[in-house]
């Protein structure tokens, strides 16, 4: 049996399909399992032993659909669900499987604030697309392969190499993001040495956070690669994170995980940390809460509240207990 998986964005989403490829691998007896992405998010199965060929999405949709068709395969698990999927279903005839989005669901759940979605995990919403083959879930965490050996002492000074915190400041969009002043003042409370993780974008953030406390802190934001970050996170004793996908990678390495939310809600996508055993969930209840789905530039209020008015003592608890 030969079969197909598709998920071209975003990298939340693409870890949390390792499952369902894991699965297909290992309880579908001489099974094929190809999976095609975007070329951005090619890291994501580099090294993934369950995946036995990887394709890219091509710049025109029909050299991919050729390829697709020259790959013969008996099923397409769809578990993007977009316009170009249709479009690959519809001109190769490949049998398929076709994951749910609940879209109108999760539009009525934003605009009136209702609570429309059940809180299944992505995960399991994925696996329903292959319960038709006998496939069940397996009940272990997201996988991720780090490609390189890298090395504590290349990438952090001594002083934060044992029992540090790694706290990923990084997210697409302000309203997933805490406001400098705010960690700040949270991790003055923190009783271990913090490493900041994040791109290029949030470099400057740190900075000013470091500059704040010192010592403490380590900005590797803008420093480090990706593989670097993911091999730091592995490493941590313990994590913090917003929404993004940094955070949601870490949940491979079943490190305990502070999840903190603000302006977006895990329950509406499914997305809380996944086969963690040690999660705390920060965000707080407010009638303007979620403000969006995937985030926004600004809070539409003003107010910022569902980030600023976060306790900070059930954070730092977790973190130093």
């Not at 992505?122 to 780090?146: A, E, H, M, S």
């Not at 490493?195 to 470099?203: E, P, S, T, Y």
């Not at 993911?230 to 004793?237: E, F, H, P, R």
Request: with cysteine; net charge positive; charged share 25%.
């Amino acid at each position: 049996m030969k079969i197909l998986v598709i998920r071209f964005s975003s990298m939340g989403d693409i870890i949390y399909t390792t499952p369902v490829v894991r699965c297909l691998k290992k309880q579908l007896a001489g099974a094929e399992i190809h999976f095609i992405t975007k070329p951005a998010f090619k890291y994501i199965y580099d090294n993934n032993p369950y995946v036995d060929k990887l394709l890219l999405l091509k710049p025109d949709l029909g050299d991919t659909i050729k390829e697709i068709k020259a790959g013969q395969y008996d099923y397409i698990i769809d578990l993007h669900n977009n316009l170009r999927t249709a479009i690959i279903k519809l001109r190769t005839g490949i049998k398929s499987s076709t994951y749910k989005k609940q879209a109108i669901r999760k539009w009525l759940s934003l605009k009136f604030n209702l609570k429309l979605v059940p809180p299944v995990h992505l995960v399991d919403r994925y696996l329903k697309t292959v319960k038709f083959l006998g496939v069940k879930n397996d009940d272990q965490p997201i996988d991720y392969y780090i490609k390189a050996d890298h090395q504590l002492e290349k990438l952090l000074p001594a002083s934060h190499q044992q029992n540090f915190v790694a706290f990923i400041i990084g997210a697409t969009h302000f309203t997933k993001r805490m406001p400098n002043e705010k960690i700040i003042s949270l991790c003055r409370d923190i009783d271990a040495p913090l490493v900041l993780l994040g791109g290029n974008d949030v470099k400057a953030n740190g900075a000013i956070i470091a500059a704040a406390l010192g010592d403490k802190i380590f900005n590797a934001c803008g420093i480090t690669s990706l593989d670097e970050s993911v091999y730091l996170v592995s490493k941590a004793a313990k994590v913090i994170g917003f929404d993004t996908g940094l955070t949601h990678i870490a949940e491979a390495f079943d490190r305990p995980i502070v999840s903190v939310w603000g302006g977006t809600v895990p329950e509406l996508l499914g997305v809380q940390p996944y086969k963690v055993k040690e999660v705390l969930v920060a965000g707080i209840e407010l009638p303007c809460r979620p403000c969006s789905k995937f985030g926004l530039p600004a809070c539409p209020l003003g107010h910022f509240k569902c980030m600023y008015d976060i306790p900070e003592n059930e954070i730092t608890e977790f973190i130093n207990s």
